[in-house]
């Protein structure tokens, strides 16, 4: 007996914790939804003309754009899923290149990005050496 209301007493305490203001434990059951940003690594920086990248997470991506600025054209495949494929067109050169929404930026790390291929200004296919993409909150 004695331990079933010691059982109860420690869950009541969780859950009026986990519904108090600004919790970190609700953050963490249920996630923080938000941007993560991809940083394009290149030895050819401004050389590149084209990438296809998949990106592969833990939880949905909800939404897809670019830096403001980065002159690139994106075209993405569907979202709402845990992994999507994009292909982005334009001057490439090192530094942000994707903006993806997330259904919980603090699993940022678990976020991987895969680069399919990498193009050249003309468009011919380069060897994929040397390059990579970061992700950041």
Do not use: H
Not at 17 to 26: E, F, H, I, N, Q
């Amino acid at each position: 007996m004695r331990r079933l209301v010691w059982t109860g007493f420690l869950a009541a305490t969780v859950a009026g914790t986990a519904t108090c203001g600004d919790s970190r434990v609700l953050d963490v059951v249920k996630g923080v939804p938000g941007e993560l940003t991809l940083g394009f690594v290149t030895p050819n920086s401004g050389s590149d003309g084209a990438i296809l990248l998949a990106v592969k997470g833990p939880a949905p991506i909800t939404s897809a754009s670019l830096p403001a600025g980065s002159g690139l054209r994106l075209f993405a495949g569907p979202l709402g899923a845990d992994s999507a494929k994009f292909a982005l067109t334009g001057t490439l050169a090192n530094g942000p290149i994707l903006v993806v929404g997330v259904a919980d930026v603090n699993r940022v790390a678990s976020y991987n990005v895969f680069i399919r291929q990498v193009a050249a200004n003309d468009y011919t296919l380069r060897s994929l050496t040397g390059y990579g993409v970061t992700v950041s909150r």
